[in-house]
């Protein structure tokens, strides 16, 4: 079963636009949500995670249990957020994490 | 703190041959991971090790093998590759539930089968 689903492969914004990248998630219990970011060239790193609820570089995510979803916001895209974006959950136990397929993002100047 | 190494960076193997992924993490972290990543499919788990000794099934396990050397070491082995496994390995040291530490991936190693 799809415990993680981003149902934009591809999402395109022009520079300082709004931006949201959409993650929807299904398990049973009390999961913790991250998002991933993977820079061209680069290793996949930590953007943010739901319990520390934190905003790193401008990005927010808040997790809307009702609605099962924790997306990644940003009011004002910078071509530098051209990237490729993962949500990901983690069982409680922390032994288990699924990842979505993954987001990419161009940010038009 | 290098956080976590995998070697090589590059493969390409003849369908048959075998080879063993390196990874090693310098956090003292219980846990480690092997992931590949494929176009469409998203990262999907194939071992991983909870501790030194221990290793468990992942989502996608057929067609490999893990040893957890230590606990800096998680290697991971085909030992009959196919094309099916052109993929990028990642591994990863995770996150604790609780815990502040955050989690790190190695840089990848992208496997070619031909």
């Known amino acids: 079963a799809q415990r993680v689903t981003q149902p934009e492969k591809l999402l395109s914004v022009f520079k300082g636009a709004p931006v949201e990248l959409k993650c929807n998630y299904s398990y049973s219990g009390s999961p913790e949500l991250f998002w991933y970011v993977q820079y061209s060239r680069q290793r996949l790193q930590l953007l943010l995670r739901?319990?520390s609820r934190e905003s790193i570089k401008g990005f927010t995510a808040d997790l809307n249990k009702g609605e099962t979803s924790f997306h990644l916001k940003k009011p004002f895209a910078q071509e530098e957020d051209s990237a490729m974006y993962y949500c990901?959950?983690?069982?409680?136990?922390?032994?288990?994490?699924?990842f979505g397929t993954g987001t990419s993002l161009t940010v038009i100047p | 703190n290098a956080g976590v190494t995998q070697t090589p960076k590059f493969q390409v193997l003849k369908t048959g041959q075998s080879m063993t992924l390196q990874c090693a993490q310098d956090m003292n972290h219980n846990s480690m991971y092997w992931y590949r990543q494929d176009p469409g499919m998203g990262l999907r788990l194939i071992y991983y090790?909870?501790?030194?000794?221990?290793?468990d099934k992942g989502e996608v396990p057929n067609g490999y093998n893990v040893s957890r050397l230590n606990k800096r070491e998680f290697s991971l082995r085909l030992e009959s590759a196919a094309p099916s496994q052109t993929s990028v390995y990642f591994c990863?040291?995770?996150?604790?539930?609780?815990?502040?530490?955050?989690?790190?991936f190695g840089p990848g190693t992208r496997l070619t089968v031909l």
């Open positions: 990863a040291s995770p996150l604790w539930r609780g815990c502040t530490d955050t989690q790190y």
């Open positions: 090790s909870a501790s030194e000794g221990t290793t």
């Open positions: 739901h319990i």
């Open positions: 990901a959950l983690s069982s409680p136990t922390g032994n288990q994490f699924y």
